[in-house]
């Protein structure tokens, strides 16, 4: 059984741009989590995603957006990037989104500078 | 608003030593509450508790959850060092609001 993968590791942007982070969902899993976690901090709910649809979205901005693939992998897309979006970004797959032991990749650690 | 609040947000203790952690939430439409283990990047899933009064364990780690007082407690029986993590407790809702997690709580096992 394959875990929660994540990538890129690390990644440096300037304000302004764009970044895409991708993450692959452990195998037999069908919903994406995206979750943004700002030092010592908990992670904030970003969106989920469930059948290539976008299935809840918490309190961020439009242009956090994102895409889910027919295998289940998922997308994360943020333009006009702040110094603010600086953090790490957590991806977790789960069974469906109504069984919510989700499981955890490792992360991207976004610096915005 | 929802709020999860975890105390203490840090905590040092001795090897040997047992470790109570605790969690508070205030959410509508609550589901269940999850513990993870934080120690580099990834949380690790501990436990999911959706009834009252039903201990969970794994090995030195227990867990209930008080449905009519809003809390939580994760236990740590025995602490090694390889318990020294970040300890998230997250609350479930219905719906596909994601988790809401609280800030965490550090806790540094000494040799």
């Known amino acids: 059984e394959t875990g929660v993968t994540q990538s890129p590791t690390h990644l440096i942007k300037t304000r302004g741009q764009q970044v895409t982070l991708r993450c692959s969902s452990q195998s037999g899993h069908n919903t994406v989590s995206w979750y943004q976690q700002a030092l010592g901090q908990g992670p904030q709910f970003i969106f989920q995603y469930y059948r290539e649809e976008e299935n809840g979205r918490g309190n961020f901005p439009p242009r956090f957006s994102g895409l889910q693939f027919p295998n289940y992998s998922s997308e994360l897309n943020v333009n006009a990037l702040e110094l603010d979006d600086s953090a790490l970004y957590l991806c977790a797959s789960s069974l469906g989104p109504g069984r919510n032991e989700q499981y955890f990749g490792p992360g991207t650690r976004l610096t915005v500078t | 608003e929802d709020k999860v609040v975890q105390s203490p947000l840090s905590l040092v203790v001795h090897e040997g030593d047992t470790v109570t952690l605790n969690c508070s939430y205030e959410?509508?439409?609550?589901?269940?509450l999850l513990w993870y283990k934080q120690e580099k990047k990834a949380p690790t899933f501990l436990f999911m508790l959706t009834s009252s009064g039903i201990e969970k364990k794994s090995g030195r780690l227990s867990s209930i959850l008080d449905k009519k007082e809003l809390f939580s407690i994760l236990n740590i029986t025995a602490t090694q060092t390889g318990d020294s993590a970040v300890y998230l407790c997250?609350?479930?809702?219905?719906?596909?609001?994601?988790?809401?997690f609280g800030k965490g709580t550090h806790l540094i096992i000494q040799p």
């Open positions: 997250a609350v479930e809702k219905g719906g596909a609001d994601g988790l809401t």
């Open positions: 959410v509508t439409n609550f589901r269940s």
